[in-house]
């Protein structure tokens, strides 16, 4: 038995072991391109539940119709875009959160907590400042991103982000100025 008998009872190889250093990643999403891509995916999966759980707060506890519509919206546009990066990181054997991130989660404590035209006014605001950093960071991910799905997919979606933040702001416009 000697030296076959020998390899037998030797460990696995640690080149075998799974990496947790970072435990956002799993090992599918280190298949992409560069990490400036998969932190974009990892954000725009966690923003895209909290533009879906916002939105039925909105669509719930807004007094403006103008707000509802857009809360209707986000829940329509998002949950959309959520399934088109979700088969993009099936295709990349990646493993997307499934809660929104501590930031969001703060923003949809506090509505909870807030009624009529101070919900309305609150949600609207920070639906515009949400979706003017969505509109860059996915700018960003379509002009320089090196995974090509979720290039495309950053291009595709820029588009209706662009349109989120028009009514947004249009929305904004009528419920910010008056107390209704």
């Known amino acids: 038995m000697g030296i076959i008998g020998a390899f037998l009872v030797l460990p696995p190889p640690i080149a075998l072991t799974q990496n947790t250093s970072r435990p956002y990643l ?36 807004a007094t403006s119709p103008a707000v509802r519509q857009f809360g209707q919206r986000m829940i329509d546009d998002h949950s959309n875009a959520d399934d088109r990066l979700k088969q993009i990181a099936q ?14 989660q703060a923003l949809y404590d506090k509505l909870q907590m807030l009624s009529g035209p101070q919900f309305d006014k609150t949600y609207i605001k920070a639906m515009v400042k949400r979706h003017q ?7 960003k991910e379509a002009s320089k991103g090196k995974d090509q799905a979720l290039k ?11 349109g989120h933040l028009s009514d947004a702001k249009s929305a904004f416009a009528q419920v910010g100025s008056t107390g209704y």
């Open 152 to 162: 495309s997919f950053a291009s595709q979606t820029l588009p209706i982000l662009q």
């Open 91 to 104: 295709q990349e054997n990646m493993t997307l959160p499934a809660t929104m991130n501590p930031k969001d």
């Open 133 to 139: 950093e969505d509109v860059k960071e996915f700018q």
């Open 26 to 61: 799993d090992n599918g999403a280190r298949r992409l391109t560069s990490t400036a891509d998969t932190v974009f995916a990892m954000q725009v999966s966690q923003g895209g539940l909290a533009e879906v759980q916002l939105g039925h707060l909105a669509v719930s506890k």
